[in-house]
């Protein structure tokens, strides 16, 4: 089973508003990403959890608070966004071996600032 | 630094057609992986394949066919016979061995099969 799930798959929100995106993977994977996808771009890599520890960030606002509470779970707290930050936003997940292993996607959630 | 370009931005195919999408990339890295996924309307990317640097030989899926050309750093794609569900998205990514494990993305071909 390679199944990422995210939740919600569709977010509208204003610039005050505080919200939150979830993943959920159980394939056992110990890596866990975060991307930003803008239309008719590729995704972008905004955060990496490895073995739940925040790994890699890539210069991302402090209004995006990523968390990985345990193994299977990533969220993504958004707070005071801009309506540039309207996006889709994919979660991946992958296993962590010496090799560079496949990273698996869920559905995205499409998120629109107003 | 690593780069992938797929310099097709669009393709437009007539149901049952071959087609053949490109992708180039560039590292230094000896050791690398490359990958297709999927994307269509709904969003989500969906895995392919991933070869090794290392593993010349070409794939058959299916419909699906890969070349991997390590002499010209090439790995392109090619759909048999294509159908309307093929429509998507593709995108090629490249993983260096070294660093973290990113996935550098070409800018995507979009592939509209018209029944």
């Known amino acids: 089973d390679t199944e990422v799930t995210q939740t919600p798959k569709h977010l509208v929100m204003g610039m005050t508003n505080k919200k939150s995106l979830k993943c959920e993977q159980h394939?056992?994977?110990?890596?866990m990403y975060w991307y930003k996808q803008k239309a008719k771009k590729p995704p972008e890599l905004m955060f990496v959890?490895?073995?739940?520890?925040?790994?890699i960030n890539e210069s991302v606002p402090s209004r995006f608070s990523p968390e990985c509470p345990n193994s299977s779970l990533l969220n993504l707290h958004l707070h005071a966004l801009q309506p540039e930050d309207s996006a889709l936003y994919l979660c991946?997940?992958?296993?962590?071996?010496?090799?560079?292993?496949?990273?698996?996607f869920g559905p995205g959630t499409r998120l629109l600032v107003l | 630094a690593q780069k992938v370009t797929q310099a097709q931005t669009e393709i437009s195919v007539v149901e049952k057609e071959d087609v053949t999408l490109d992708c180039v990339y560039e590292?230094?890295?000896?050791?690398?992986?490359l990958f297709w996924y999927k994307q269509p309307p709904s969003g989500e990317l969906v895995f392919l394949i991933r070869?090794?640097?290392?593993?010349?030989q070409n794939e058959i899926s299916g419909r699906y066919s890969w070349n991997f050309q390590k002499s010209t750093s090439s790995f392109n794609f090619t759909i048999t016979a294509s159908q309307v569900v093929d429509s998507a998205v593709y995108f090629c990514?490249?993983?260096?061995?070294?660093?973290?494990?990113?996935?550098?993305f070409g800018t995507g071909t979009r592939l509209t099969v018209i029944p």
């Open positions: 070869r090794n640097s290392f593993d010349e």
């Open positions: 991946a997940s992958s296993q962590l071996t010496p090799t560079r292993e496949t990273q698996y």
């Open positions: 590292t230094r890295d000896t050791t690398y992986y």
């Open positions: 990514a490249l993983t260096p061995e070294t660093g973290a494990n990113n996935l550098f």
């Open positions: 959890y490895s073995y739940e520890k925040l790994s």
């Open positions: 394939m056992g994977h110990r890596a």
